[in-house]
């Protein structure tokens, strides 16, 4: 008879996975937090500061891009617990160093050296936890991870705001390499999944490349990265772009960058535990994705062409959009269940870096069209693309609710 229940092992890896995405959203999210804070203390002016902080952020996206590949490998070649040790530990300490910076050469490394770092732990402690629970309750890992991950978004935006001293920034990035640091005492009693342990050694691991060169696995990693695209244009143009956006279409009042970003996060972090249990409740992932993706779309309508929207409404709008795209627990678990154990970390851990690096060719999309047909449409087209790309990449994949991951690829 299956075991159907949740051991202490499993236990441990699900909180150390889970403060670990916390950690690294509040270091992803904290540099476009305080970027331009940052930035000033080093002496650039505002239009240095936009031109420079998108540099910044384009270097650590390819970090991220760098590192989804090399901790992928790792995972599937050394094991799931090493990633996560190496990751967490990376990132901690570029976080920490950080707050040290005197020039924009050692910024950018330091961004640079983050994004790798950040790019490994969520793909491992998905795969890990994944492959350590009953295939039953798969997806009660998966929503802890991510909805306690996103709440480390609405933690950076908060400790952001503490203080008013403009070296504050500084103290910020310290916080995040003591929180990775103390996180890794954690780490030291989580065990190696048993499906890694005993697969076997004749087996290729890690192999990236075979993705690309077997057309059935080629198609099944293309469609794990479609499904995750809404949730990066929501939080990469709808999100970042609000003042403008909200300014475009009459909002009635100022519209605060931080907390817009505190309340998109904060719905991610309520729709990331609410899709966790619809997906256990309908015993679908699948069904799952479609009623958030659909209700993206109708929200996405009403954000960019419901002209004269209060403040508190627009406000609201942006925490349910958050909400909408709060599916990520699911899709990083549906993206794990799609492959086998020998390419497992590699795809979990490289479908979330290629999403959100294909926020650049969106951004790229968004500004071509900005010049043709103005803000809002373009935010409207780009918006539609990447949710009904979503819906079709989802109604192409095999679903995986109940799927036996004891299998090689």
Same mark, same amino acid.
């Given at each position: ?28 999210? !904290? =540099? +476009?937090? &305080?970027?331009?804070? $940052? @930035? %000033? ?8 500061? *936009? ?32 990633? !996560? =040790? +190496?990751? &967490?530990?990376?990132? $901690? @300490? %570029? ?8 020039? *924009? ?305």
């Amino acid at each position: 008879m299956q075991e159907t229940t949740i051991s202490k092992n499993a236990k441990l890896l699900i909180l150390v996975a889970s403060l670990g995405y916390f950690v690294d959203v509040y270091d992803l999210i !904290l =540099f +476009g937090v &305080i970027r331009n804070a $940052s @930035l %000033a203390s080093l002496g650039l002016d505002k239009d240095g500061q *936009l031109s420079e902080g998108l540099r910044l952020l384009n270097i650590q996206m390819a970090g991220m891009l760098l590192g989804g590949l090399i901790w992928g490998i790792l995972g599937d070649k050394r094991g799931r617990k090493s990633v !996560l =040790f +190496g990751s &967490i530990l990376l990132y $901690s @300490l %570029a976080n920490a160093f950080n707050g040290m910076v005197q020039d *924009l050469t050692v910024y950018a490394i330091l961004r640079f050296l983050a994004g790798i770092g950040l790019a490994g732990e969520l793909g491992a402690g998905v795969t890990l936890v994944n492959e350590s629970l009953p295939k039953e309750k798969r997806g009660y890992g998966a929503l802890f991870i991510a909805g306690t991950g996103a709440l480390g978004a609405v933690t950076a935006a908060y400790i952001a705001s503490l203080s008013t001293d403009p070296e504050w920034w500084r103290m910020t990035y310290y916080i995040g390499g003591a929180m990775g640091l103390a996180l890794l005492l954690l780490r030291i009693g989580t065990m190696e999944s048993s499906l890694f342990q005993n697969i076997e050694k004749s087996a290729p691991k890690g192999n990236f490349l075979s993705l690309f060169t077997d057309s059935n696995k080629l198609k099944r990693y293309i469609y794990c990265i479609l499904i995750g695209l809404p949730v990066w244009y929501t939080v990469g143009i709808l999100v970042l772009v609000a003042p403008e956006l909200s300014k475009a279409i009459g909002v009635q009042g100022e519209i605060k960058a931080g907390t817009v970003v505190i309340l998109c996060y904060a719905g991610l972090s309520s729709g990331d535990f609410l899709s966790g249990l619809v997906s256990q409740f309908l015993q679908s992932r699948k069904k799952t994705i479609y009623w958030f993706v659909g209700s993206s779309i109708i929200l996405m309508g009403i954000y960019l062409l419901v002209h004269g929207l209060s403040t508190t409404i627009f406000y609201f709008l942006c925490f349910a959009l958050g909400f909408s795209g709060g599916y990520w627990a699911v899709f990083i678990t549906m993206a794990s269940e799609q492959f086998g154990t020998n390419i497992r970390a590699t795809v979990t851990t490289t479908v979330p870096n290629f999403v959100r690096g294909a926020l650049i060719l969106i951004t790229l999309g968004f500004k071509f069209l900005m010049g043709h047909v103005g803000l809002i449409y373009a935010a409207l087209i780009v918006g539609c693309i990447c949710n009904f790309a979503a819906l079709w990449a989802s109604y192409m994949s095999e679903e995986t609710f109940d799927k036996d991951l004891d299998f090689i690829d």
